[in-house]
Structures are given as C-alpha cells and as structure tokens.
C-alpha cells in the first residue's frame, strides 16, 4: 500500500508504480485519476495498462515500461511549498 491506495507493482528505485487495469477500471476513470495524482504527488511515475494490453500485445508494455524507467523522476515538492530551498 501507497497510502490509501494498492498498486498492482510498485519500485521505489525508480519511483515506479504499474497498474494493470482490468474491465473493472473501465467504470472508474475518476478514481484511478485522483490515486494517479496523489501517487505522482509522492514522487512515482505511474503507468497503466489494461489487461488486454497485457495479454495482446506485451512487447509494447514492455517497451514503455523500459522507456518509463529511463526517464528522469517525478520531483517532489519540498514540504514547505515551492518556493523553500
């Protein structure tokens, strides 16, 4: 668990959160923006994939996972806000 949220995998090196979203996730667009938001706001980058994707069409998963991975991390905010050095 992130918080209140369960990812499917998750690596903190990198910061690195993957959901497989299933039909379910079909109805819950509103959801899974707001733990995508907080969990960025933690500092992961988030990737998601249907199971489709998955099960179809997995050397495309596998090539944004390896290009998600290389790309530099999401900054954190300081807890002071923006503007504390």
């Known amino acids: 668990m992130i918080g209140p949220y369960i990812a499917d995998f998750c690596s903190r090196t990198p910061m690195l959160v993957i959901e497989i979203d299933g039909d379910t996730h079909s109805e819950r667009h509103s959801y899974d923006a ?3 938001q907080y969990l960025e706001h ?3 980058k988030v990737v998601r994939f ?3 994707d998955v099960m179809r069409n997995l050397d495309d998963v596998l090539e944004a996972l ?3 991975v290389q ?3 999401l900054s ?3 807890p002071e806000g923006e503007r504390a050095l």
């Open 71 to 73: 790309q530099p991390p």
């Open 66 to 68: 390896r290009h998600a």
């Open 42 to 44: 933690k500092g992961y």
């Open 50 to 52: 249907t199971n489709q």
């Open 76 to 78: 954190t905010l300081s």
């Open 34 to 36: 707001v733990s995508t």
